[in-house]
């Protein structure tokens, strides 16, 4: 089994942790704090690869997340300044597009 294995393992089982603890009012409380959140997210391709670029920004801080099919795993950069994330956030999906990846998706989450 080799690192990523690792990680999906790991994932799963948290998740499976986590779907039985899960109650309403826990529920209720994530929902308020997404409301006050600004998410963006793109979507990018290169070379038959999807990669993924994420930012979920609050009024005082910020989280981008990024998933890169060249690495073992995704990462993870906290922010306690929105704006610090904000131009980061830019900064590497200009580099991204300079390094040849094609903007798919660029906006809010869908659901449903």
Request: hydrophobic share 35%; glycine share 4%.
């Amino acid at each position: 089994m080799n690192n990523q294995d690792d990680f999906f393992d790991d994932i799963i089982s948290d998740e499976a942790e986590i779907d039985e603890f899960e109650n309403e009012e826990y529920q209720d409380d994530e929902e308020d704090d997404d409301e006050d959140a600004e998410v963006r997210t793109v979507l990018l391709a290169k070379n038959e690869m999807l990669a993924l670029l994420g930012m979920k920004k609050f009024a005082d801080a910020a989280i981008i997340v990024r998933v890169d099919p060249r690495q073992n795993v995704p990462s993870a950069q906290r922010y306690d300044d929105a704006e610090s994330a904000t131009k980061w956030f830019n900064r590497s999906l200009a580099t991204s597009k300079k390094n040849g990846w094609e903007v798919i998706f660029d906006g809010q989450p869908l659901y449903g």
